[in-house]
């Protein structure tokens, strides 16, 4: 079954963090030509290894507490944090504490 992704105008909630965390669902929430909207759900300690995203990105925080390595460095989003990658940017993640990313991506698709 294909799953419903937003639409122009369509409203999303991208939080109901009691919810999600116990159904640990991570969801593409918007898919369109140049964009996707995903929120990541990270149980503590799951760790990703570097990889790159085929765009520019953005990673925002929502809860919980997450280091990202990227450019050397090693930073830890907590609620709030948004950072941004430029495109293919390698990065890695370690979830520190259980934790909701919404991550989008900005792509250059044909």
Known sequence: MALSH???GDLVNTINASAT???????????DDHIEIFRLVLGAGTHMQEHSAAGAM??????????????GE???????????????????LHCKQQAILLVTLILHRK
């Not at 669902?25 to 898919?31: A, E, F, G, I, Q």
């Not at 953005?58 to 450019?71: A, K, N």
Request: with cysteine.
């Open 6 to 8: 937003a639409k122009s």
């Open 21 to 31: 965390l116990a159904g640990n669902t991570s969801v593409t929430l918007v898919r």
């Open 58 to 71: 953005t990673l925002q925080c929502l809860s919980g507490e997450v280091d990202l390595s990227c450019h």
């Open 74 to 92: 090693t930073h830890t989003l907590q609620p709030g944090d948004l950072i941004y990658l430029n495109h293919a940017e390698p990065h890695a």
